[in-house]
């Protein structure tokens, strides 16, 4: 038989630290704060007399993706004030999730439970000081007594929307990036070491090597596939984020 040897698990989560506790995942979202931070910059720094082009041009039309394509439409123009934050989130997530198809990195940063956590913790915190901030602390109030629900139904409710609200939210944010993104570096990895291992056939199992046309064609399609799911994570969790603010400035349970 070809000799075909799937790595642990553990072995394709996980690379020696650079230094301590800073490996792979951790040089990949620095990279990614850094170059959405210096992209904006650059931007922001050319003339705005001019057309726009280049660098900027690619700017303007990411935040008019965010304003129109999320934030109008879940937020209105109340929400405005929060696409800086938004756009934050969506670019800072799509750069993390981008370099589970480049050669030396192959993994997405937010295929480790830490990075969707902490940005699931961030966003959770956020909606809830605005949540306080438009209803104070009466916000707490409508989620354990929700408005609008009948009486007799208001303390079964009240405790679906707490728990929902407070525990849930965040962890189904986590689980659902970073689900979604491991799952696509498994596939790439799997297709890449049968393909490996049929075209690097031993003289006598020359009969393998065709059949390794077929996991490279998988390979490719799934790279491809890659690029469609690291944005569409990234933009999942950004309009998700929106509809959380947007329930908590407008009150959950609430007419309006």
Not at 172 to 196: E, P
Not at 243 to 254: L, Q
Request: glycine fraction near 8%; aromatic fraction near 14%.
């Amino acid at each position: 038989m070809f000799a075909l040897e799937f790595p642990p698990i553990n072995g394709i989560l996980r690379w020696k630290d650079f230094f301590p506790s800073f490996n792979k995942i951790g040089l990949i979202a620095v990279l990614a704060a850094v170059i959405g931070s210096l992209v904006f910059f650059l931007a922001g720094r050319k003339s705005a007399t001019t057309a726009p082009k280049g660098i900027r041009n690619f700017a303007e039309v990411t935040v008019e993706f965010i304003e129109n394509g999320i934030v109008m439409q879940t937020m209105g123009k109340q929400g405005l004030k929060y696409t800086p934050f938004l756009l934050s989130l969506f670019v800072f997530i799509y750069l993390c999730n981008v370099p589970g198809i480049i050669p030396f990195f192959q993994m997405p940063a937010t295929g480790r439970v830490a990075i969707p956590m902490m940005l699931s913790l961030t966003v959770w915190f956020v909606f809830i000081v605005v949540g306080v901030k438009h209803q104070g602390l009466g916000y707490f109030g409508h989620l354990l007594w929700p408005p609008g629900v009948p009486t007799a139904l208001k303390p079964l409710v009240g405790a679906i929307e707490f728990v929902s609200t407070i525990i849930v939210t965040p962890f189904s944010l986590t689980v659902r990036l970073m689900a979604n993104m491991l799952a696509g570096h498994i596939l790439l990895v799997t297709f890449a070491i049968l393909s490996k291992s049929m075209f690097e056939a031993e003289t006598y199992q020359v009969a393998f090597i065709p059949l390794g046309i077929m996991p490279f064609a998988m390979l490719v399609g799934v790279t491809a596939f890659e690029v469609l799911v690291g944005f569409l994570q990234a933009y999942i969790f950004t309009i998700l984020t929106a509809v959380y603010i947007n329930n908590s400035m407008a009150g959950h349970g609430d007419d309006h």
